[in-house]
């Protein structure tokens, strides 16, 4: 009987000391959690619109070509019409994949990427490098290593690097939105020790999904247990450090402190998928934008079911559109349901009761 008790006693003093070091790993280091909420953004896959072998058949895919990096998972994969026009130059969306800056890749934007290819544009899906290897700004700086590239390709591929369109989702919309305020704010590139890079012309455009641009919402006291686990694991592991509630870096990241009216045209959307982004964080860079001057477009109230995600670079503030207004062709629609959104930001996709039910509607003119 003594030796079942020194048994039992010894199996759980092993379990306990396991138990503490489980405990402790998350405590000192951002790491497991990073690990666990990664597994998260695995689930779910793009939702492929009707006919969309017909849309597929007509757009080429050249995958995981490389661009100039010392960083990780430097790779992009390049999306064009099958056919061009003699002697034209495609104009190019440069898209970031999200995943919440610990997560993701350049293979879930398929379906987007040959939508747009579908419809005159070179699209470059690119990868780069997330936490914990890839913390702030190593993303930011990576964008703009791919953007660079693109004028050192553009001749052998045929695109135009006059004109450029910056675009991402979840945390791929912040990346994007950071890197077009580091290029178009006086002062930026400086204070955030981010480099402006040489570009031919000005950005055409930005297409801002789902992107959480201001960090001090990060903090929010009142926010459920799992949502402060989540968003701590955000901010100590992509910013680099545990108290990075105060850090320079998280002021520097919110890009909603740090815009100007040369932010390019653009499209901006809430923090989550099917919200209202006039309470979403899309609504906060919006309402900054706006009021310095910049013709920007936040959709309207998204649909329930939301059988449609409209891409439309259209703003009645500049007339015909952003895509005339900037030399570009008719972007369109690009087509996803629900779940599709999801699997771009499984985690921060808010209580179903914020999802409304019938198709989608379009633009509307009061935004």
């Given at each position: 009987m003594k030796r079942i008790r020194r048994i039992v006693a010894w199996v759980l003093a092993v379990v306990l000391g396991v138990a503490l070091v489980v405990g402790a790993a998350f405590v000192v280091s951002p790491v497991p959690s990073i690990m666990l909420f990664r597994n998260?953004?695995?689930?779910?896959?793009?939702?492929?619109?009707?006919?969309?072998?017909?849309?597929?058949?007509?757009?080429?895919?050249?995958?995981?070509?490389e661009y100039p990096s010392s960083y990780r998972r430097h790779t992009f994969d390049l999306y064009r019409p099958r056919r061009i026009p003699a002697h034209a130059a495609l104009p190019v969306i440069v898209w970031v994949h999200g995943g919440g800056f610990i997560a993701g890749d350049k293979s879930g934007l398929s379906t987007y990427a040959t939508l747009m290819a579908a419809r005159g544009y070179a699209v470059i899906a690119m990868n780069y490098d997330y936490a914990p290897t890839g913390?702030?700004?190593?993303?930011?700086?990576?964008?703009?290593?791919?953007?660079?590239?693109?004028?050192?390709?553009?001749?052998?591929?045929?695109?135009?690097?006059d004109r450029i369109v910056v675009g991402g989702d979840s945390a791929g919309a912040q990346i994007a939105a950071q890197f077009a305020a580091v290029q178009t704010t006086p002062?930026?590139?400086?204070?955030?020790?981010?480099?402006?890079?040489?570009?031919?012309?000005p950005l055409a455009g930005a297409l801002l999904f789902c992107g959480p641009y201001d960090f001090t919402r990060f903090t929010d006291a009142n926010a459920p247990?799992?949502?402060?686990?989540?968003?701590?694991?955000?901010?100590?592991?992509?910013?680099?450090?545990?108290?990075?509630?105060?850090?320079?870096?998280?002021?520097?990241a919110s890009v909603v402190r740090h815009v100007?009216?040369?932010?390019?045209?653009?499209?901006?959307?809430?923090?989550?998928?099917?919200?209202?982004?006039?309470?979403?964080?899309?609504?906060?860079?919006?309402?900054?934008?706006?009021?310095?001057?910049?013709h920007l477009l936040v959709l309207p109230r998204?649909?329930?079911?939301?059988?449609?995600?409209?891409?439309?670079l259209r703003s009645p503030r500049i007339g015909p559109g952003v895509e005339r207004h900037a030399g570009l062709p008719r972007l369109g629609r690009a087509h996803a349901d629900a779940r599709h959104c999801r699997a771009m930001n499984p985690v921060g996709r808010g209580p179903r009761n914020q999802i409304g039910r019938g198709p989608q509607r379009g633009p509307q003119r009061k935004s």
């Open positions: 998260a953004f695995k689930e779910g896959h793009p939702v492929e619109p009707p006919r969309f072998d017909e849309v597929r058949r007509t757009v080429q895919v050249t995958r995981d070509q913390t702030y700004p190593t993303p930011v700086v990576q964008l703009g290593q791919m953007v660079s590239h693109v004028a050192a390709i553009a001749q052998r591929e045929r695109l135009d690097p002062g930026y590139a400086e204070s955030s020790g981010i480099e402006r890079i040489a570009m031919r012309a247990w799992i949502q402060r686990w989540f968003m701590n694991t955000i901010g100590w592991g992509y910013l680099g450090t545990r108290d990075w509630a105060s850090s320079p870096q998280m002021r520097q100007s009216d040369r932010f390019p045209q653009g499209v901006c959307r809430g923090w989550q998928c099917l919200l209202v982004p006039r309470s979403g964080q899309g609504a906060g860079l919006g309402l900054t934008l706006r009021r310095g001057g910049c998204q649909s329930r079911t939301a059988t449609r995600i409209p891409i439309r």
